[in-house]
């Protein structure tokens, strides 16, 4: 019977797309072989390579002047490739703390600078939310401004679009990246481990303005260094070939779908869906203001905590998997990526209705 994966990462595939891969597993193209076994230097590869930008660069409507490199290392990896690409001959830069992705930056970036943490969180009408970006005091000496437009672990957005006029933003786009229409162009680096709404775990995207090349610290490691991968077409080391021609199939999936502008609107009727079915009871809750909710990850309480187990047990047996919130906040989280169907959603509210009507 249907399964639907609510994880935050890695996350649901698409299933045409999984289907595709299993048919072309072992003889890909007619190849008689698996794409994860050719070279990444022949032909073969880099077709499916330049394709896969090229969907990419269409999807999110990505102007001539910024690269796309595709990498290692994950988010994670981003929170020291930002600062060793990005500070020049600065010392400092303006790090938005906003929730757990966000702080985990400023982290990582000490060991290169001296961050100036603008601390965005406030309650608003007893709910989580975040200051509006005119609010935001940026400092002179900052090499740039980094920011998390969506808190996978706490369920906020940040979906305004940034105009800080010459300031270099970076953002971490990680688990809201193709869910709505982007503004390429209001940013210097964009970046964004691909395990949520690209594709399986062990690929990074990252998309930086042009100008913003050749300014890396001597000790970058090379694979981080932004102006090598793109000397070298994001082939300096062996790529994750297999994970990026999966991407690439995910890239033509949501083409299919009607592309960015159509799956900003299903996942918009998702989140209506859950929040409202949230919102229209006691028995559920979420304490995150409308404004700031987010649309990817959605983490909700039970009234009663005691209940929380019996939840977990009853939703998994419903074919309703991974709801179990991040240690960090505990109760429940659905994250709902573009891969996740409307009727996925739909499954989940019937049975939280259901199951306040058994245990309310
Ligand atoms: N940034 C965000 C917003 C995330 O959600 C995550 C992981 O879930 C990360 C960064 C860390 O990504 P990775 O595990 O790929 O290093």
Same mark, same amino acid.
């Given at each position: 019977?249907?399964?639907?994966?609510?994880?935050?990462?890695?996350?649901?595939?698409?299933?045409?797309?999984?289907?595709?891969?299993?048919?072309?597993?072992?003889?890909?193209? #007619?190849?008689?072989?698996?794409?994860?076994? &050719?070279?990444?230097?022949?032909?073969?590869?880099?077709?499916?390579?330049?394709?896969?930008?090229?969907?990419?660069?269409?999807?999110?409507?990505?102007? $001539?002047?910024?690269?796309?490199?595709?990498?290692?290392?994950?988010?994670?990896?981003?929170?020291?490739?930002?600062?060793?690409?990005?500070?020049?001959?600065?010392?400092?830069?303006?790090?938005?703390?906003?929730?757990?992705?966000?702080?985990?930056?400023?982290?990582?970036?000490?060991?290169?600078?001296?961050?100036?943490? &603008?601390?965005?969180?406030?309650?608003?009408? #007893?709910?989580?939310?975040?200051?509006?970006?005119?609010?935001?005091?940026?400092?002179?000496?900052?090499?740039?401004?980094?920011?998390?437009?969506?808190?996978?672990?706490?369920?906020? @957005?940040?979906?305004?679009?940034?105009?800080?006029?010459?300031?270099?933003?970076?953002?971490?786009?990680?688990? /809201? &990246?193709?869910?709505?229409?982007?503004?390429?162009?209001?940013?210097?680096?964009?970046?964004?481990?691909?395990?949520?709404?690209?594709?399986?775990?062990?690929? /990074?995207?990252?998309?930086?303005?042009?100008?913003?090349?050749?300014?890396?610290?001597? @000790?970058?490691? $090379?694979?981080?260094?932004?102006?090598?991968?793109?000397?070298?077409?994001?082939?300096?080391?062996?790529?994750?070939?297999?994970?990026?021609?999966? @991407?690439?199939?995910?890239?033509?999936?949501?083409?299919?779908?009607?592309?960015?502008?159509?799956?900003?609107?299903?996942?918009?009727?998702?989140?209506?869906?859950?929040?409202?079915?949230?919102?229209?009871?006691?028995?559920?809750?979420?304490? =995150?203001?409308?404004?700031?909710?987010?649309?990817?990850?959605?983490?909700?309480?039970?009234?009663?905590?005691?209940?929380?187990? =019996?939840?977990?047990?009853?939703?998994?047996?419903?074919?309703?998997?991974?709801?179990? #919130?991040?240690?960090?906040?505990?109760?429940?989280? @659905?994250?709902?990526?573009?891969?996740?169907?409307?009727? #996925? =959603?739909?499954?989940?509210?019937?049975?939280?209705?259901?199951?306040?009507?058994?245990?309310?």
């Amino acid at each position: 019977s249907q399964v639907y994966n609510f994880s935050s990462g890695p996350a649901m595939l698409p299933a045409e797309v999984l289907k595709q891969a299993q048919q072309e597993l072992v003889d890909w193209q #007619g190849l008689g072989t698996s794409v994860m076994e &050719i070279s990444h230097r022949g032909k073969e590869f880099i077709g499916v390579a330049e394709e896969a930008e090229q969907d990419f660069r269409d999807l999110l409507q990505i102007p $001539s002047n910024y690269k796309v490199l595709f990498c290692h290392g994950g988010g994670r990896g981003q929170f020291a490739g930002v600062p060793l690409n990005l500070l020049g001959d600065k010392t400092s830069a303006d790090y938005v703390d906003g929730g757990y992705w966000a702080a985990s930056a400023v982290k990582e970036a000490k060991k290169y600078c001296t961050p100036n943490v &603008i601390d965005a969180k406030v309650t608003v009408d #007893g709910l989580r939310a975040i200051k509006p970006m005119r609010e935001w005091q940026l400092s002179d000496n900052a090499a740039y401004l980094h920011y998390c437009p969506n808190e996978t672990i706490d369920g906020i @957005a940040i979906e305004e679009t940034p105009d800080f006029g010459d300031a270099i933003v970076a953002a971490d786009f990680s688990s /809201t &990246i193709l869910s709505r229409p982007l503004d390429v162009s209001r940013y210097g680096v964009i970046y964004a481990g691909a395990q949520k709404n690209i594709g399986p775990a062990g690929l /990074t995207l990252v998309v930086v303005r042009e100008d913003l090349l050749g300014k890396a610290h001597n @000790a970058c490691p $090379s694979i981080l260094d932004y102006t090598v991968l793109n000397d070298n077409d994001s082939m300096f080391n062996t790529p994750p070939t297999f994970a990026w021609y999966l @991407a690439g199939l995910v890239f033509k999936w949501l083409k299919k779908q009607g592309g960015v502008a159509a799956i900003d609107q299903i996942n918009q009727q998702k989140a209506d869906l859950l929040y409202g079915v949230i919102d229209k009871s006691d028995f559920y809750r979420n304490d =995150v203001s409308p404004a700031n909710r987010s649309r990817m990850n959605v983490p909700f309480q039970l009234a009663d905590s005691a209940l929380d187990k =019996v939840f977990l047990e009853e939703s998994f047996a419903a074919g309703l998997h991974a709801l179990k #919130g991040h240690r960090v906040v505990g109760g429940m989280r @659905a994250s709902i990526y573009n891969a996740m169907p409307l009727a #996925g =959603v739909q499954a989940l509210t019937d049975f939280m209705v259901d199951f306040e009507r058994r245990h309310g």
